[in-house]
């Protein structure tokens, strides 16, 4: 795993292009600290730079910007290319590999498959998760490629200066040319998600790179040509389309014969290996798989709270014995996860409000003490109907639908007029009336259904339950009215199109974002087996009551996990990856909050209207309501703000 920069500029001395690499380059070292490699066509008047986190082949062999056998290819890239061995016999057998291999890199093997078979062709046959920048000295062109899913980032900006990209944004700062203007839809979209969602960017100028895209530029002042190798969208529906026909015992035998190959492809390394253990679902299937592939015990790392409403760290802890890993545990005060919110700007470079950001970078920061490279569990939500949303749209669709909107609103004014605490209590005390167990926030998840109570549609109930801000224009001063379109797919059923969707967007833009850059912030490999691309079209294939059955979510998985961990170890309500930012912002970070949200300095800043706010946060602060989610982006933003000096 790695860092990458370049530049392609036209009228930059070449003293110039050097040091602008350099210092490209310099800005993104904790993705790569092992180290750094330089490249530049002063003809092309083209760098590379690369920071090296030393995974395979840590021979200087593997060194990069690296360059094809025949001298025509130069690539300067960051990830994994899982199948590399693979892929190396089958240009061995086929007589195209190179007439001598000087190391054993999967970078290598990359250069040799395009040398071979071409670009798309190439990625097309890779199982992997990278970004990288291919410079075809023949041709005199560049292009920038991503993987199917977006595990690994890749940023462009173009200036008169020319063309410049980077891993991070923070590199991109040191670009000839860097104007770094604040484009106000980002800010309003940034409120509507919790993130800037993909190809958009929070500076005017810059892109990201779509995932499963390549970008070829014949010119740096050219818009270059982008097409698509591959389609998450177009994968769901053809497995939808086409189910398996499979008793359930087939198809579990199938899918855990698909997850185990994920899961070995994904322990190839030459340094220390482990994996994070939550106690759920998705972790334990991970770890179940990787300990059943090694014949010493994996080591897994896992966090917990001082706070028992959001400690889970006995679950793993109780996973880990049973399955006999070598298990690394830390409960944290809520000092130390407090002492993390002043890093978030920094570290995240791009505004970023998921607030799960905060355990995610504790856990990385633990597990690299003892690792280079950890396996996750995420992905299995949106391949297995995890998010409560896979079930609840259906079920609201179908009992809202015949009520008419204006009892539906009648209905959510009603619920709302009792505080998220309120309701709390009143639930609680039903259910210890009735000996049932109580449901974790009950109040929020309440006030959650009040917004989405008067949607004309699944299609709108899953776009706002996945928005904040529901009119972000009216927030960010100057944004334009942009509409959140969700590629919502009416050929499936509901549930189903929300899992094609959360996919196609909060995965790549929200999940892989915090893992990528809490892990990468520490120099940590995080790798992200459900996610490999036949495990992907393999869940699709799956019918949907594989996948939720009598309303229990990842039934086939479960089937699975439970050849190896006992049901009990693993039945309980999702709880997700959370720590109380509701109750920090009225207690330890209301002063950090109270400055940040200042009415004055908002006006001053000039990109929010102080009211809705300020509103907000007095509602807050009362209890009456809880605007965790919403001031949380406000505050990411102003913070982020803060930390690079933004105008």
Not at 239 to 258: C, F, K, N, V
Not at 415 to 428: E, K, Q
């Amino acid at each position: 795993m790695c860092g990458v920069a370049g530049l392609w500029s036209a009228g930059v001395a070449q003293a110039k292009l050097a040091e602008s690499i350099r210092a490209m380059t310099d800005a993104i070292r904790h993705r790569g600290p092992d180290g750094e490699g330089f490249w530049i066509d002063g003809a092309a008047q083209l760098a590379f730079g690369h920071r090296r986190l030393s995974i395979v082949d840590l021979s200087p062999e593997g060194a990069q910007p690296m360059r094809s056998a025949s001298g025509r290819y130069v690539i300067a890239y960051n990830g994994e290319i899982y199948n590399h061995r693979e892929l190396r016999l089958e240009l061995d057998r086929a007589g195209v590999a190179p007439a001598f291999w000087r190391g054993h890199s999967d970078t290598e093997v990359l250069l040799a498959a395009v040398e071979a078979w071409g670009l798309e062709s190439s990625l097309a046959r890779f199982n992997g998760m990278f970004a990288f920048a291919l410079w075809d000295r023949e041709r005199g062109s560049l292009s920038l490629a991503r993987d199917r899913f977006g595990e690994k980032p890749l940023y462009v900006y173009s200036s008169p200066a020319g063309l410049a990209f980077a891993s991070e944004l923070k590199a991109l700062r040191h670009a000839p040319g860097w104007r770094g203007e604040v484009d106000r839809d980002a800010v309003a979209a940034l409120l509507r998600f919790d993130y800037v969602p993909d190809r958009q960017c929070i500076f005017r100028d810059t892109w990201k790179l779509a995932p499963a895209s390549v970008a070829v530029f014949s010119s740096p002042h050219e818009r270059p040509r982008v097409t698509q190798y591959w389609d998450a969208a177009q994968v769901a529906f053809a497995g939808h389309a086409s189910p398996m026909q499979a008793s359930d015992a087939e198809a579990i035998d199938a899918l855990e014969r698909t997850l185990q190959r994920s899961v070995a492809l994904r322990m190839n390394a030459d340094v220390p290996l482990g994996a994070f253990l939550s106690g759920g679902i998705d972790s334990t299937a991970v770890v179940a798989m990787m300990q059943a592939s090694s014949d010493r015990p994996v080591r897994t790392f896992s966090i917990g709270f001082e706070d028992e409403a959001y400690n889970e760290a006995h679950y793993a802890a109780e996973v880990a014995r049973h399955l006999g890993t070598d298990h690394t545990e830390m409960i944290l005060r809520s000092a130390d996860a407090l002492a993390v919110v002043p890093k978030l700007p920094r570290l995240y470079d791009e505004p970023f409000a998921d607030a799960s950001q905060v355990p995610t970078y504790l856990v990385s920061a633990m597990a690299r003490q003892h690792v280079t490279v950890a396996l996750s569990g995420d992905g299995g939500d949106e391949l297995f109907g995890g998010y409560n949303r896979h079930q609840w749209i259906p079920r609201l669709w179908r009992r809202a639908s015949p009520v008419p909107a204006v009892l539906r609103r009648l209905a959510a004014r009603g619920i709302l007029a009792v505080s998220p605490t309120g309701w709390d209590g009143i639930v609680s005390a039903v259910a210890k009336l009735s000996a049932r167990a109580a449901v974790r926030t009950p109040g929020d998840k309440l006030h959650k259904l009040a917004r989405v109570l008067d949607a004309s549609s699944p299609a709108e109930l899953y776009t706002r339950l996945a928005t904040f801000w529901p009119n972000p224009h009216v927030v960010v001063i100057g944004a334009a009215n942009c509409p959140a379109n969700v590629p919502w797919d009416g050929r499936m059923s509901a549930g189903e199109a929300a899992m094609a969707a959360d996919a196609q967007t909060y995965l790549p833009d929200d999940i892989l974002v915090k893992v990528d850059r809490a892990s990468m912030g520490v120099s940590l490999e995080a790798r992200v087996p459900l996610l490999d691309p036949d495990l992907f079209a393999f869940a699709w294939q799956l019918p949907l009551h594989m996948k939720i059955r009598d309303g229990v979510s990842k039934w086939a998985l479960r089937q699975v996990l439970y050849r190896h961990v006992p049901a009990g170890l693993i039945e309980r309500p999702k709880a997700g990856f959370g720590i109380p930012i509701d109750r920090w912002l009225r207690g330890p970070l209301r002063p950090w909050a109270e400055h940040l949200l200042d009415e004055g300095r908002l006006r001053r800043g000039g990109y929010f209207d102080p009211q809705p706010i300020r509103r907000a946060w007095a509602e807050h602060l009362s209890g009456r309501r809880n605007w965790q989610y919403h001031l949380w982006s406000v505050l990411m933003f102003e913070a982020w703000r803060d930390e690079y000096a933004v105008a």
